[in-house]
C-alpha cells in the first residue's frame, strides 16, 4: 500500500499543493469531500469563454507531467485553434492511465484530491471550448479509484459546479495503453495501440475531433494556477521548470512513497543513502539507471538530469538496493517491456524480445561473448523506428544499465554475482499480452 | 534554389510496414535493410536525383507504407 510522505507541509515552499497535508492524509480512508476541497483550494471560478486561461498557463510555465513534459499552452492552444479552423467541437481527455508499473501517483492523486484533477479539466474544457470530457484510469493495483471518483461526481453534480459532463473510463492494464494515441484509440472503440502520428490527435483525435489530453496532475496543477496565479506557481522549482511535482519514490524498502516535490530537488534528497557505488534509476521503466556519483550531482529536473542522458518523466526515483543484482532486475523490467510491445512495428517485434533473452543470458552468468554486442547493435536498430516511444524508451533503459552496471557484467561474465538477494525488487505485472482480447 | 523550399524525404509507416522489401530493391542508394528486412532509411532530405526513383518505389510498396514528403 502507498503512504504519503511523512514531510510536514514545508514553510518555505508551501508544499505539498495537490496532495491534502499530512496530518489529513494520515487519515486516507476518508472520502475527501467537496465542502473540504472548496475550503482548502476556494471556490472554482470559471473564466466566462474559451482561450482566457492560456495565457496564463504560458505564464506559469506548465508541462505536462505525464512524463514527456510538453508546455501544456501549447497544446491548449493547438486544439482550440484546430476547432476554429475545422469549425468542430473539440474533446478533453483527462489522462489517469497510468500504466508505468513503478509509478503510483496519479492514483494516489485521483484518490486523495479528485476535485482538483476535476475543476482542472472543466476548465481545461472551457479553454478549449470542449463540450466533452472524458477522465481514463487504469486498473488500480491497490484501490477503488473508480468508486471515489463516482463519488467525488455525483457530489459536483448535485452541487451544479460541472459545466461539461464527465464520462469515466478505464484503460487496459497494458503498459501502453496510456500512451496518448492508444488512449484515443481505445476510447474510440478500437484496440489501446499506439498509432502513427501524423495526424496530430490535436487535430484529429477522439471520432475525428480535436482532441487535448492532459495528465490529470497536469490538470490538477492547472486547476491551481487558475486560482493563485503564474506568479504562485513559479515560488517553487528552478526558472526553467517551475513548480513541483509528483514523485514515485522508492528506497531500500521497496513501498512506493509519494511525495510532492519541486522541480529542481537534489537527488540525494530522494533517493535516500546514496553512495558513488549506488544505482538510481530515475524516470522509470522507459527511464535511466545512474550511478550513484552521478546522482549526487543532479537534480531533479530536465536541464540537469540531461547531462547524464537521464529525464524526469513521470517522477519515479528508485534505489536500488545494495544486496540486489542490477542486470538481473533490468533482464527482468525488459522481458515485460518486449512482453508489452503491440507488436506492430517491425524493429520493435523482433528486436525487443531478441534484446530481453541477451540480457537474461548477461543475467545469468558466462553469457556467450558476443551477447553485450548483440544488445548494442540491436539497441541502434530499434532506435526511432517505432510508430511510438516504446523501443526509444526501452534501449535508453537498457544502455543505462550496461554503463551503470558494467562492472557487474565482468562479475557475471566470471560466473559470478554481488547480489545476497536474489529476490526482484522492482515490480513487474505477472501477466502479459497474450491475445487480442487483452488490449481491448 | 533554396533547398529547403524543395527539399523531400521518405518516411515510412512502421505499423503497415510489412518487410517486402520492395523498396530497397528500388533504391538502394538511401534504403538499406535491417537483419529483418525492415528499411532503415538514410536520414536527412533525398538528393534530388533521387526522387525518380522514390516515387517508384513508393508506388511498388505493396502495404502503402512509404511516403514521399515535403520537409520544410
Not at chain 1, 36 to 53: F, N, Q, S
Not at chain 1, 172 to 179: D, E, H, K, T, Y
Not at chain 1, 199 to 220: C, D, H, Y
Not at chain 1, 400 to 406: K, N
Given at each position: 500500500?502507498?503512504?504519503?510522505?511523512?514531510?510536514?507541509?514545508d514553510?518555505?515552499?508551501?508544499?505539498?499543493?495537490?496532495?491534502p497535508?499530512?496530518?489529513?492524509?494520515?487519515?486516507?480512508?476518508r472520502?475527501?469531500?467537496?465542502?473540504?476541497?472548496?475550503?482548502?483550494?476556494?471556490?472554482l471560478?470559471?473564466?466566462?469563454?474559451?482561450?482566457?486561461?492560456?495565457?496564463?498557463?504560458?505564464a506559469?510555465?506548465?508541462?505536462g507531467r505525464?512524463?514527456?513534459?510538453?508546455?501544456?499552452?501549447?497544446k491548449?492552444?493547438?486544439?482550440?485553434?484546430?476547432?476554429?479552423?475545422?469549425?468542430?467541437?473539440?474533446?478533453?481527455?483527462?489522462?489517469?492511465?497510468?500504466?508505468?508499473?513503478?509509478?503510483?501517483k496519479?492514483?494516489?492523486?485521483?484518490?486523495?484530491s479528485?476535485?482538483?484533477?476535476?475543476?482542472?479539466?472543466?476548465?481545461?474544457?472551457?479553454?478549449?471550448?470542449?463540450?466533452?470530457?472524458?477522465?481514463?484510469?487504469?486498473?488500480?493495483?491497490?484501490?477503488d479509484?473508480?468508486?471515489?471518483?463516482?463519488?467525488?461526481?455525483?457530489?459536483?453534480?448535485?452541487?451544479?459546479?460541472?459545466?461539461?459532463?464527465?464520462?469515466?473510463?478505464?484503460?487496459?492494464?497494458?503498459?501502453?495503453?496510456?500512451?496518448?494515441?492508444?488512449?484515443?484509440?481505445?476510447?474510440?472503440?478500437?484496440?489501446?495501440?499506439?498509432?502513427?502520428?501524423?495526424?496530430?490527435?490535436?487535430?484529429?483525435?477522439?471520432?475525428?475531433?480535436?482532441?487535448?489530453?492532459?495528465?490529470?496532475?497536469?490538470?490538477?496543477?492547472?486547476?491551481?494556477?487558475?486560482?493563485?496565479?503564474p506568479?504562485?506557481?513559479?515560488?517553487?522549482?528552478?526558472?526553467?521548470?517551475?513548480?513541483?511535482?509528483?514523485?514515485?519514490?522508492?528506497?531500500?524498502?521497496?513501498?512506493?512513497?509519494?511525495?510532492e516535490v519541486?522541480?529542481?530537488?537534489?537527488?540525494?534528497?530522494?533517493?535516500?543513502?546514496?553512495r558513488?557505488?549506488?544505482?538510481?534509476?530515475?524516470?522509470?521503466?522507459?527511464?535511466?539507471?545512474?550511478?550513484?556519483?552521478?546522482?549526487?550531482?543532479?537534480?531533479?529536473?530536465?536541464?540537469?538530469?540531461?547531462?547524464?542522458?537521464?529525464?524526469?518523466g513521470?517522477g519515479?526515483v528508485?534505489?536500488?538496493?545494495?544486496?540486489?543484482?542490477?542486470?538481473?532486475?533490468?533482464?527482468?523490467?525488459?522481458?515485460?517491456?518486449?512482453?508489452?510491445?503491440?507488436g506492430?512495428?517491425?524493429?520493435?517485434?523482433?528486436?525487443?524480445?531478441?534484446?530481453?533473452?541477451?540480457?537474461?543470458?548477461?543475467?545469468?552468468?558466462?553469457?556467450?561473448?558476443q551477447?553485450?554486442?548483440?544488445?548494442?547493435?540491436?539497441?541502434?536498430?530499434?532506435?526511432?523506428?517505432?510508430?511510438?516511444?516504446?523501443?526509444?524508451?526501452?534501449?535508453?533503459?537498457?544502455?543505462?544499465?550496461?554503463q551503470?552496471?558494467?562492472?557487474?557484467?565482468?562479475?557475471h561474465?566470471?560466473?559470478?554475482?554481488?547480489?545476497?538477494?536474489?529476490?526482484?525488487?522492482?515490480?513487474?505485472?505477472r501477466?502479459?499480452?497474450?491475445?487480442?482480447?487483452?488490449?481491448? | 534554389?533554396?533547398?529547403?523550399?524543395?527539399?523531400?524525404?521518405l518516411?515510412?509507416?512502421?505499423?503497415?510496414?510489412?518487410?517486402?522489401?520492395a523498396?530497397?530493391?528500388?533504391?538502394?542508394?538511401?534504403?538499406?535493410?535491417?537483419?529483418?528486412?525492415?528499411?532503415?532509411?538514410?536520414?536527412?532530405?533525398?538528393?534530388?536525383?533521387?526522387?525518380?526513383?522514390?516515387?517508384?518505389?513508393?508506388?511498388?510498396?505493396?502495404?502503402?507504407?512509404?511516403?514521399?514528403?515535403?520537409?520544410?
Amino acid at each position: 500500500m502507498t503512504t504519503v510522505t511523512e514531510d510536514s507541509r514545508d514553510a518555505a515552499t508551501g508544499l505539498p499543493r495537490l496532495l491534502p497535508p499530512p496530518a489529513s492524509a494520515a487519515g486516507e480512508t476518508r472520502p475527501p469531500d467537496l465542502d473540504a476541497h472548496a475550503a482548502r483550494h476556494g471556490r472554482l471560478e470559471y473564466r466566462g469563454r474559451p482561450g482566457t486561461l492560456i495565457g496564463d498557463i504560458e505564464a506559469a510555465g506548465l508541462t505536462g507531467r505525464g512524463g514527456a513534459a510538453f508546455p501544456v499552452h501549447r497544446k491548449l492552444q493547438a486544439v482550440l485553434d484546430a476547432a476554429a479552423g475545422r469549425r468542430r467541437t473539440p474533446v478533453v481527455i483527462a489522462n489517469g492511465a497510468e500504466s508505468e508499473p513503478a509509478s503510483d501517483k496519479d492514483a494516489t492523486l485521483l484518490w486523495l484530491s479528485p476535485h482538483l484533477v476535476l475543476d482542472g479539466l472543466q476548465l481545461a474544457a472551457e479553454a478549449v471550448g470542449a463540450d466533452t470530457a472524458i477522465l481514463a484510469t487504469h486498473v488500480s493495483r491497490t484501490r477503488d479509484v473508480g468508486s471515489r471518483l463516482r463519488e467525488a461526481l455525483a457530489a459536483r453534480r448535485a452541487a451544479g459546479i460541472d459545466r461539461v459532463p464527465v464520462q469515466l473510463a478505464q484503460a487496459p492494464a497494458r503498459f501502453l495503453s496510456g500512451q496518448e494515441t492508444a488512449l484515443v484509440s481505445h476510447l474510440s472503440g478500437g484496440p489501446a495501440i499506439p498509432a502513427f502520428i501524423p495526424p496530430r490527435i490535436t487535430e484529429r483525435g477522439l471520432n475525428g475531433a480535436p482532441t487535448l489530453v492532459q495528465n490529470v496532475e497536469s490538470l490538477a496543477h492547472l486547476a491551481l494556477i487558475a486560482r493563485r496565479g503564474p506568479r504562485w506557481f513559479r515560488s517553487v522549482g528552478t526558472d526553467a521548470e517551475p513548480g513541483s511535482m509528483l514523485a514515485t519514490v522508492r528506497r531500500s524498502d521497496g513501498q512506493p512513497k509519494i511525495t510532492e516535490v519541486p522541480l529542481g530537488i537534489p537527488l540525494r534528497d530522494l533517493a535516500g543513502d546514496l553512495r558513488p557505488d549506488s544505482a538510481v534509476l530515475v524516470g522509470g521503466y522507459h527511464g535511466t539507471w545512474l550511478d550513484g556519483r552521478q546522482a549526487l550531482a543532479l537534480t531533479l529536473d530536465n536541464a540537469s538530469l540531461a547531462q547524464a542522458g537521464a529525464r524526469v518523466g513521470a517522477g519515479v526515483v528508485i534505489t536500488l538496493p545494495r544486496d540486489r543484482c542490477g542486470l538481473v532486475e533490468t533482464a527482468s523490467v525488459v522481458r515485460y517491456l518486449a512482453l508489452e510491445s503491440a507488436g506492430q512495428c517491425g524493429p520493435c517485434l523482433n528486436g525487443l524480445p531478441r534484446i530481453a533473452a541477451a540480457l537474461a543470458e548477461i543475467a545469468g552468468g558466462r553469457a556467450r561473448p558476443q551477447a553485450v554486442t548483440d544488445v548494442t547493435r540491436w539497441s541502434g536498430l530499434v532506435t526511432g523506428r517505432g510508430a511510438c516511444h516504446h523501443p526509444d524508451g526501452t534501449v535508453r533503459f537498457v544502455r543505462s544499465a550496461l554503463q551503470t552496471f558494467a562492472a557487474e557484467i565482468d562479475l557475471h561474465q566470471r560466473g559470478r554475482c554481488s547480489a545476497a538477494d536474489t529476490r526482484l525488487f522492482l515490480p513487474v505485472p505477472r501477466v502479459a499480452a497474450r491475445t487480442e482480447q487483452d488490449w481491448t | 534554389m533554396r533547398a529547403t523550399e524543395t527539399a523531400v524525404k521518405l518516411l515510412v509507416n512502421p505499423i503497415d510496414c510489412a518487410a517486402h522489401g520492395a523498396c530497397a530493391e528500388l533504391l538502394p542508394e538511401a534504403i538499406a535493410l535491417d537483419e529483418w528486412g525492415y528499411p532503415v532509411i538514410d536520414p536527412g532530405p533525398l538528393r534530388p536525383s533521387l526522387e525518380r526513383p522514390a516515387r517508384k518505389a513508393v508506388s511498388a510498396c505493396p502495404t502503402l507504407a512509404l511516403r514521399l514528403i515535403r520537409s520544410s
